[in-house]
């Protein structure tokens, strides 16, 4: 059945758990998708787990289109959100409307994910008001990765805080159907999830929140850059792949791939004949 935005409310309603994963290209969408996961993240951190940048800022629209597109051939059911890349939603709501548009309309996602809270509610309203869904994102938002110094976990202090809650409750208000909170203390993560009535998503925010989000390459031990304290290795899956590599290299070095059927046959007559000439 198709995950919508009013399954995943009733979801928190109900006190269901939504679970959430990241994908960037049509086989692992397929994936991920028939796992049965709720909602399906393009998130703008393929810039680093696919195309090896430091951090999110390079990312373009036309990156993001391009993933996005990969990945809605691969799903049916989970909900589709993809991320606004980093200058694609902040100098204005025309701008982040006609961002968004596209990520809906020419890369099939079913909601758009963009990052901060106060300041960018006037582009939420914006989005709402043309009927896309907006996941805001919340708490350590990669993109500030320069103004935080890092990155870093956020809302330690009672005055950054209160300042996360504002912003929760800020973009509740602007109309963002979910909020995505990342990197923050998991007594703040529940405060917030608590007053709320839109689900949180957690990443680095402890169990309390409405459901929990993951980079696919974190939780396969596919990435090995950088491991964030928060993400849970399911398998190694790094490792896997490197040992088929290493089994397929040996093979062929020895001759023993490929393999009769690996091959394809010739009709021996046609063999014959063409050996004569
Ligand atoms: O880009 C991304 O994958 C994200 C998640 C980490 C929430 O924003």
């Given at each position: 059945?198709?995950?919508?935005?009013?399954?995943?409310?009733?979801?928190?309603?109900?006190?269901?758990?939504?679970?959430?994963?990241?994908?960037?290209?049509?086989?692992?969408?397929?994936?991920?998708?028939?796992?049965?996961?709720?909602?399906?993240?393009?998130?703008?951190?393929?810039?680093?787990?696919?195309?090896?940048?430091?951090?999110?800022?390079?990312?373009?629209?036309?990156?993001?289109?391009?993933?996005?597109?990969?990945?809605?051939?691969?799903?049916?059911?989970?909900?589709?959100?993809?991320?606004?890349?980093?200058?694609?939603?902040?100098?204005?709501?025309?701008?982040?409307?006609?961002?968004?548009?596209?990520?809906?309309?020419?890369?099939?996602?079913?909601?758009?994910?963009?990052?901060?809270?106060?300041?960018?509610?006037?582009?939420?309203?914006?989005?709402?008001?043309?009927?896309?869904?907006?996941?805001?994102?919340?708490?350590?938002?990669?993109?500030?990765?320069?103004?935080?110094?890092?990155?870093?976990?956020?809302?330690?202090?009672?005055?950054?805080?209160?300042?996360?809650?504002?912003?929760?409750?800020?973009?509740?208000?602007?109309?963002?159907?979910?909020?995505?909170?990342?990197?923050?203390?998991?007594?703040?993560?529940?405060?917030?999830?608590?007053?709320?009535?839109?689900?949180?998503?957690?990443?680095?925010?402890?169990?309390?929140?409405?459901?929990?989000?993951?980079?696919?390459?974190?939780?396969?031990?596919?990435?090995?850059?950088?491991?964030?304290?928060?993400?849970?290795?399911?398998?190694?899956?790094?490792?896997?792949?490197?040992?088929?590599?290493?089994?397929y290299?040996?093979e062929v070095r020895a001759g023993q791939f490929p393999a009769e059927n690996n091959s394809y046959k010739l009709d021996e007559k046609i063999l014959e004949r063409i050996m004569l000439r």
């Amino acid at each position: 059945m198709k995950n919508t935005v009013q399954t995943i409310l009733s979801q928190k309603q109900r006190g269901e758990k939504i679970t959430m994963l990241t994908a960037y290209d049509y086989s692992t969408a397929k994936l991920v998708d028939e796992s049965g996961v709720n909602s399906i993240l393009v998130g703008d951190s393929l810039g680093m787990v696919m195309l090896g940048y430091e951090n999110t800022l390079s990312v373009t629209m036309e990156d993001m289109l391009h993933h996005t597109r990969a990945v809605s051939r691969g799903v049916k059911n989970a909900f589709l959100i993809a991320d606004m890349p980093f200058m694609s939603y902040e100098t204005d709501p025309k701008t982040a409307l006609e961002n968004a548009g596209r990520l809906i309309k020419e890369g099939g996602a079913n909601a758009v994910k963009l990052e901060g809270g106060c300041e960018v509610c006037p582009q939420i309203k914006a989005i709402c008001a043309a009927s896309i869904p907006v996941c805001a994102h919340i708490g350590m938002t990669p993109q500030s990765v320069n103004a935080f110094g890092g990155f870093k976990v956020q809302g330690r202090s009672e005055e950054t805080a209160r300042k996360i809650i504002d912003d929760a409750k800020a973009v509740e208000e602007a109309g963002a159907c979910m909020v995505v909170l990342e990197c923050v203390p998991r007594e703040l993560a529940a405060v917030i999830t608590q007053q709320l009535s839109i689900p949180t998503i957690g990443i680095g925010a402890g169990a309390d929140c409405d459901g929990q989000v993951l980079v696919y390459q974190d939780m396969l031990g596919m990435f090995s850059d950088f491991v964030p304290k928060f993400a849970k290795q399911y398998r190694r899956v790094g490792d896997i792949m490197k040992e088929a590599f290493g089994e397929y290299i040996n093979e062929v070095r020895a001759g023993q791939f490929p393999a009769e059927n690996n091959s394809y046959k010739l009709d021996e007559k046609i063999l014959e004949r063409i050996m004569l000439r």
